[in-house]
């Protein structure tokens, strides 16, 4: 079936970074913007950064801007998130979503479990 | 502030017919398809309405979409004691070149 798994979260000291990725499954990948989407603890939900089917088109939050890379490895059905520069607004669990078009435009229908990270001192 | 905008709680007695709203302008709403979202607490987002009134195969047709403009709404008739969730609504937002979400709105089913 149609699946998303997330790994790679964690603890982390603040200004350091993090990798989190989420490996695809029952669905053509490459296919399809991917996106990550966090929601930090009691709050509602915040779009990070997305990117189309092939990788040359990728849009981010201002919230991250140039502090986060998405990317994606289409031959291993995997997508990452580097987060850099990370600070405590940054803890929340993310979630990887698959977009309903290939240039990541359009809108979520699949939701991964996410993972958490947490930026502490 | 999200840009998308909520009510931030609803509620209805079982049988019901709740309708949650959904305001935005036109490079997000005016302009792209909104998506619905329902999340239990401890749980991922689950996909309830697709370019503005679809349904995905499993959800009830208790729940419908529509979308007018730059307004939009999830209308959920014959309410039920486990539709009490948190509701989010989404939709590209052309200026913003991303995804954005409205801030969701709290279901209690009294």
């Known amino acids: 079936q149609v699946q998303l798994v997330e790994s790679g979260g964690g603890v982390v000291l603040p200004g350091r970074s993090l990798r989190p990725s989420c490996a695809a499954s029952?669905?053509?990948?490459?296919?399809?913007?991917m996106h990550w989407v966090r929601q930090a603890p009691g709050k509602g939900l915040e779009w990070v950064a997305g990117?189309?089917?092939?990788?040359?088109?990728?849009f981010y939050a201002d919230s991250v801007k140039g502090r986060f890379t998405i990317s994606r490895d289409n031959s291993k059905n995997t997508l990452y998130l580097l987060m850099n520069s990370l600070t405590t607004e940054d803890t929340a669990l993310y979630f990887c979503?698959?977009?309903?078009?290939?240039?990541?435009?359009?809108?979520?229908?699949?939701w991964g479990q996410g993972t958490m990270v947490t930026v502490s001192s | 502030q999200s840009v998308l905008a909520q009510p931030p709680s609803a509620s209805g007695t079982p049988g019901q017919t709740v309708i949650i709203s959904c305001s935005g302008s036109?490079?997000?709403?005016?302009?792209?398809?909104v998506y619905w979202f329902q999340q239990f607490p401890g749980a991922a987002p689950k996909l309830l309405i697709h370019?503005?009134?679809q349904r995905p195969s499993g959800v009830p047709d208790r729940f419908s979409g529509s979308k007018s403009g730059t307004s939009a709404s999830l209308d959920i008739s014959g309410l039920r004691s486990e539709d009490e969730a948190d509701y989010y609504c989404?939709?590209?937002?052309?200026?913003?070149?991303?995804?954005?979400f409205g801030g969701g709105t709290k279901l209690t089913v009294l």
């Open positions: 990117m189309s089917y092939d990788g040359s088109n990728q």
């Open positions: 029952g669905f053509s990948f490459s296919h399809y913007g």
């Open positions: 989404a939709a590209w937002d052309d200026s913003l070149s991303g995804q954005v």
């Open positions: 370019k503005n009134d």
């Open positions: 036109r490079s997000n709403l005016g302009s792209n398809y």
């Open positions: 979503v698959k977009d309903t078009y290939s240039s990541g435009r359009g809108g979520f229908d699949i």
